[in-house]
């Protein structure tokens, strides 16, 4: 295994837009580029932690890198020493030396069939005009499945509003991001199920904790998502033993990457529960990364990962959905 060199890139990415949350606003994406050889062949993988969800920062993942640079063999026999993102980013770029070694696509390598990605489109906040031309562009763009952030005062006019824009072939997916109390997780799923019906894909993180969706579980009449509310393995593994959701949203960053994912997502659909990719904002060695991943492991469901269009970079450009479709390039 002497053959084996890894090279670190710094990395900057702009965002077009600034990502506003309730807690900071985030203009840029800061980390590591990763490019691992082995056998005359290239690996890439990305290191881009996530501020407010990352327990480390890209300071932090530059010294494991170089720790790691100076003993690759270490790292191989023990990854799991090692933050969540640094595991993410090596574990892809070996992953993806291994395709390029094989002379196949990386969604084949992991098992998969299909060169498309199905992806969401993502409705944000905002004021109600600025909320009806984000509808309106993402049903001219193609997409079949939306995604609502949900949890404003004006929650029940937003959901006259999707209703008045979407036709009865569009999928609608309501995220609550934690914010409802039990009664109002109740009152408003009924009434998008009331207005939407099947077309309610499901409500995502209705409630602030596990255990209130367990609680609330059964008076819900639409299948449940979790996100926020199992932010690492163990949370997803309880929720997933518990089998308290109908989906589950894994985020290959935070989770360590690629043979994290897989064993997670098996473990999830043994119990009968959908595993969704999402994007962590990556750049495009990383949101590559995910978009084979999740065509391997769910070639029909419709996954988060329409991110391209938020990082100002040329090589996000094969990766903006058209259709609510993702084509992956060998």
């Given amino acids: 295994m002497s053959d084996m060199t890894l090279e670190i890139f710094d990395i900057d990415l702009p965002m077009r837009e600034p990502l506003i949350t309730s807690q900071q606003t985030i203009s840029h994406r800061s980390g590591q580029e990763i490019h691992f050889a082995h ?14 969800w ?7 993942t530059k010294d494991e890198l170089k720790e790691i640079q100076s003993n690759l063999e270490g790292f191989l026999m ?13 574990t892809s770029a070996i992953w993806g030396q291994k395709a390029a070694l094989l002379g196949e696509p990386l969604w084949s390598v992991l098992g998969g069939t299909s060169d498309q990605v199905l992806v969401n489109a993502l409705i944000g906040g ?6 009806r031309n984000s509808l309106e562009k993402a049903l001219d763009d193609g997409y079949r499945t939306i995604k609502v952030k949900m949890g404003f005062p004006e929650d029940k006019r937003r959901l006259k509003i999707i209703f008045e824009h979407v036709t009865s072939e569009i999928k609608v997916r309501l995220d609550a991001n934690c914010s409802w109390t039990l009664r ?11 207005l939407f019906g099947d077309q309610l894909e499901y409500v995502e993180d209705p409630v602030s904790t596990i255990d209130q969706l367990h609680q609330v ?21 309880q929720v997933i033993s518990m089998r308290a ?6 985020k290959p960053l935070l989770l ?8 997670l997502s098996k473990n999830a659909r043994d119990a009968g529960i959908t595993p969704v990719i999402s994007s962590t904002f990556d750049g495009p060695v990383g949101l590559t990364s995910w978009c084979h991943l999740a065509s391997a492991i769910g070639p029909n469901t419709t996954h988060g990962l329409g991110t391209a269009a938020l990082i100002d970079d040329r090589r996000m450009k094969p990766l903006i959905p058209r259709n609510g479709v993702i084509e992956l390039r060998s």
């Fill in 39 to 52: 056998e005359g062949c290239i690996g890439k993988g990305e290191v881009l932690p996530l501020p407010l």
């Fill in 54 to 60: 990352s327990k480390v920062t890209d300071l932090e």
């Fill in 78 to 90: 023990n990854a799991q020493s090692f933050s969540n993102e640094v595991q993410a980013g090596m």
């Fill in 126 to 131: 905002g004021t109600e005009a600025e909320f």
């Fill in 184 to 194: 109002e997780a109740v009152e408003i799923t009924r009434q998008a199920e009331q």
């Fill in 217 to 237: 579980r059964a008076d819900l009449p639409v299948p449940v998502a979790t996100d926020s509310l199992t932010p690492d393995k163990e949370a997803i593994e």
């Fill in 245 to 250: 959701v109908n989906n589950v949203i894994l």
């Fill in 256 to 263: 360590g990457g690629i043979d994290s994912v897989l064993a």
